[in-house]
């Protein structure tokens, strides 16, 4: 339909509707257990317009068609679930994704988990989180692409791109959310939940640029933080929401409370009742709430704010046509049904598990490499242990946030370096400690399909002792440490980086050996490995179904990591937050002033992240030494394989502003590229800097400028690149 006639239909519709049915709409509610009889008699009662968490194909049907079929008006369902890294193929977790620095593959990840949701009946899914994240202790981390909002922005638009295609109603594809809107990342302390206190001028250059990219890409959803930006809970933050959201970036689709967030204007102590909290909601610009029991539902209290007068038919009919013109746009009015026919041929498609593991592949993040120990080489090994209690986890392997995906099909490191060398070269295995389970379970581990991974549990004592004699008689050790996927991701903030249980004893025990050991970290966040030093050290995230089978490619050289650390890793937590984006203060040049007891510089920079190969960059220059205010600067490096190896590089380009309106971060990453070199292959890399990549919103006049200024530029291989040149910015005035 065209818009005219969408909004036209929309209209006739709404006029039909009773407030009831107009508040039914704007809830959803979570079905827990497929066949629900409370769901079922609330959706035939009207009260509901989307459902969440429901996976059963079966059951999306049947609730459908109770929509459908016995409510007076037949509107059809928004059914939704946090599709984070894939449905059944699970990828990389985000921030791994993210660490590829590969716009393609995060998008074509994105439209495979897309087509895997649309083929079971799903339309929506709460994602990307798009939260910057600047403090490891908080676990949601893993959601986002890391902290920086250059970076970050690239990865939101391309996830958008994948989720939703080209325009919302793409067959195949579903609607995404960017989320938590916003400053959700800074929670206090990294506890996940608690308040965030963040300046306008830090929302604006760093918290905002990733939403306003997703929302450039299209998407048609937003979801509201849980906690209080600036004293006010987002849920119920009417300068969030309206001015700016919608008024100011102009979004026209429709936003979603998190989980009971509007019933929790009141637990805020900010609503002085459920009803009070729906009013506040819809006013400050909530379009549907989730809840998480219908007991919990604010909304269901808008035809008696209506009645009270409190919130207008005008504004209450806006929140209902944004959710309409979704389910119309997605195509539902006139085919809400999906074709389970094609089901099982979309979710087994072997092309979605070789896309998953050449994601995983490019996300890697190579910390060290001494020696050149990795890549193993299949003709010399004779022997190989494996060791440690995430090697063989198949639930770890696949990270938090999932939940259709198949154990069975699941590849972890020991079985894909089985699977690789065959007869050649044995393979022994020990867990080498227990894997501890959390201090405080976390309400997830709770719900039904989400229960932990059994727990690795065994004699640590013996078993460092069998893991160290396996390492003796082995040519070479792998060992796989890291947080269990229950340690990271929602409600799982930590007060410590350092690995869990007895891990980092048997990692000691190990290195003792003198024999040479590589270090896979199954981690989403910076782990303090307290100087202990093996000899090589790859990030491996949570790297999906079939993380194994990348895993043993990248071991073996048949995949090089060209992934690049999409955060500042600091040497301790004491350290955190630790942004690389820095300002200038007093002393500047004495990072060792910072802290008497360590040194205040990162333990690896953002963007860092080796190869087995080796990247030479020269020749920095830009076009011209002197542009005007609003112009674009065009930037060129030469980039050279001089390494043995075909590989990919991230050339990466920073800019600092010698002086303006505002003090502006040490370095700003404004330019990446992702590129692949065969050994020998010189390429020149171009960038382009453009005016809006020179401005930024000053708190000196409050509002966006661009300086006259000199600006400093960076490219290299990370955020501590030394190559380095300069230009100048002018007014037009000064000539
Ligand atoms: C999370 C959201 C998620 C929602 C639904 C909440 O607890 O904060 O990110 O989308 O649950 O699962």
Redesign the pocket.
Known sequence: MQDKAVDDWIEALLRQMTPEEKAGQLVQL?EFEAGDPDIAAEVAAGRVGSI??VRDPAEIQRLQRIAIEQTRLGIPLLFA??VIHGLRTIFPVPIAMAASWDMQAIEAGQAIAASEARTIGLHWT??P?VDIARDPRWG?MI?GAGEDPFLGSAVAAAQVRGFQGAALGTPGRIIA?P??FAG?GAALGGRDYDEAEISESELRNVYFPPFKAALQAGAANV?CA?MALNGVPATGNRWLLRDVLKDEWGFTGFTVS??NSAYDLCEHNFARDPLDAGTRALNAGLDME?SLLVKYSAFRHLPQALANGDITEADLNEAVRRVLTAKCRMGLFSNPYADLATCDVTLADPAHRDAARDAAERSFVLLRNEGDLLPLDRDTLASLAVIGPLADSARDTLGPWVFDHDLDETVTVLEGIRNKVGEHIRVDHAPGVSMIARQNPSFFDSLPGLEPAARVEVDDDAEIRRAVEQAKSADCTVLVLGEAQNMIG??ASRSSLDLPGRQQELLEAVIATGKPVALLLMSARPIDLKGAAPGAIVNIWYPGSQGGAAVANALFGEAVPGGKLPFNWPRSVGQVPLPYARMKSHRPDERNVRYWNEEGSPLYPFGFGLSYSKFEYSNLRTARPVIMLGETVDVEVDLANTGRYVAAEVAQLYIHQRHGSAVRPVRELKGFRRVVLKPGETRTIAFELRAEDLSYWSSASRGWVQDETIIDVYVGTDSAARLVTSFEVRSPEDQ
């Open positions: 979570f969440l968490f679930l946090d709460f994602a989180m949601r959601e959310g989320k938590h959700y979801m849980y998190d989980a989730m929602e409600a």
